[in-house]
């Protein structure tokens, strides 16, 4: 309901600057536009995917715990569902499968491959991320070069739930730690 509402905005606020300009030109008004308002994108400066440059990110460097901390020597706990889990940094707080490869990327890469759905150095179980507001465009051309997709049939630079259906290596989602304030919430895609 808020994404229907937000691009009902974002169109009443285009229409109102299609019509504004129109009626200052009619008008014989040479005054510049008015300014743009605090917090809202301008409809123009949207990023599509040409926009969006996919090269490999800069190298994300975490910072990584102490080998003695209760993060990176807790043993797995077993869910009622049966899968294990490992503790997550409260940094990470609303990111389940993300949550977990986080915190045990910054203890070691012993403890990322105990994780459920990381085999051979490989992470297989795909990703659903949701943003709390659309990309800019370094967030965009992150997800892309992982191989994240918009899964709402609409813009990248206007989407907020975002796919991976393929099996990456797992050091590629290390990318997204830097975003990780900006991610809702996130779910695993093949884990049945």
């Not at 797995?76 to 915190?103: C, H, K």
């Amino acid at each position: 309901m808020k994404r229907i509402a937000l691009i009902a905005s974002i169109l009443l606020l285009g229409a109102g600057c299609v019509f504004n300009q129109h009626e200052s030109a009619m008008d014989g008004d040479t005054r510049e536009p008015r300014d743009a308002i605090p917090g809202v994108m301008d409809p123009k400066d949207v990023p599509t995917e040409s926009d969006v440059d996919v090269t490999k990110p800069e190298p994300v460097e975490l910072n990584m715990l102490p080998a003695h901390s209760r993060l990176c020597m807790e043993t797995p706990i077993v869910t009622e569902a049966g899968s294990e889990e490992l503790p997550i940094d409260a940094r990470y707080e609303g990111l389940y499968f993300l949550g977990q490869l986080f915190t045990a990327a910054r203890c070691s890469e012993k403890r990322v491959n105990t994780l459920p759905g990381v085999q051979n150095g490989t992470y297989t179980l795909g990703s659903t991320v949701m943003l709390d507001h659309p990309p800019d465009e370094e967030l965009t051309s992150v997800l892309r070069w992982i191989g994240f997709t918009c899964d709402e049939g609409i813009g990248d630079g206007v989407c907020t739930r975002w796919e991976l259906t393929d099996e990456v290596p797992y050091e590629n989602l290390l990318y997204l730690e830097p975003f990780h304030n900006r991610i809702e919430a996130d779910d695993c895609r093949n884990c049945g």
